[in-house]
């Protein structure tokens, strides 16, 4: 089973960046990560996936470290519209997205 | 591009009915997933389809649930007859392929009572 291990909940001040860690010890060589976030009654949102490399784009970074275990998403300048659930996931098997608990980021004004 | 699209956004009904929810996916995704979402369950994925082949139904809860995809453009998750315990949201999502991130539609509320 894919399991990764993510805080249930965060906060963060609006302005300043968000760190949202996820361990996947279980993670193997081409298996990439990925990271949605829900917002309250909303279908999930895709944001960024990688696979070794550090990965940006318009939405976020995720910083993957060497040894792939564990990644990092980071929101450079949290709003309060970023207040939402954060899944961090990775494909075991198959092209099917398994979603655990995820966690919960209040940004506070 | 108008997304993933899903009807009806909100359905009650009673309780040994049957109920249909409909999905459209992206034009040109070739992979289309079910989940379900409760609060005690989180998001679960019931069934997936590529090129319109169910591929993976273990996640369906029983055979009350049923689900086809008769072209790429159009999809339904049936439950017949309904039961309270089945309320919960219903997202259906499409994917160009891996490692492609999936869209997901807006979802279908639905209320057995």
């Known amino acids: 089973d894919a399991k990764t291990t993510q805080p249930p909940s965060m906060d963060c001040a609006e302005g300043r960046a968000a760190n949202l ?3 996947h010890s279980t ?7 990925y990271w949605y976030r829900q917002i309250h009654s909303q279908g999930p949102q895709y944001i960024i996936h990688g696979l070794k490399n550090n990965e940006t ?4 970074s995720l910083i993957i470290t060497e040894d792939r275990k564990s990644s990092t998403l980071i929101l450079p300048h949290a709003t309060l519209r970023d207040t939402a659930v954060y899944y961090c996931i990775w ?4 092209n099917m997205l398994t979603f655990g ?6 940004v506070k004004p | 591009d108008a997304g993933v699209i899903q009807s009806p956004r909100h359905e009650v009904t009673e309780m040994g009915q049957e109920v249909t929810l409909r999905c459209k996916p992206i034009s040109g995704h070739d992979y ?3 989940y379900r979402q409760t609060m005690m369950r989180g998001l679960e994925l019931l069934i997936y389809f590529n090129n319109n082949v169910p591929i993976d139904d273990s996640g369906m809860p029983e055979d009350r649930f049923s689900a086809k995809m008769p072209n790429a453009s159009f999809s339904t ?6 039961e309270p315990r089945d309320s919960a949201v219903y997202f ?14 807006s979802g279908t509320r639905l209320t057995v009572v």
């Open chain 2, 92 to 105: 259906c999502a499409s994917a160009a392929g891996p490692p492609d991130g999936y869209t997901f539609g």
């Open chain 1, 101 to 106: 608990g995820g966690t919960r980021l209040m």
């Open chain 2, 32 to 34: 289309l997933f079910w």
């Open chain 1, 27 to 33: 993670i193997s060589g081409n298996e990439y990560v």
């Open chain 1, 21 to 23: 860690p996820c361990n």
């Open chain 1, 91 to 94: 494909v075991g098997g198959g």
């Open chain 1, 57 to 60: 784009n318009e939405m976020a």
């Open chain 2, 77 to 82: 998750l049936k439950i017949q007859p309904s």
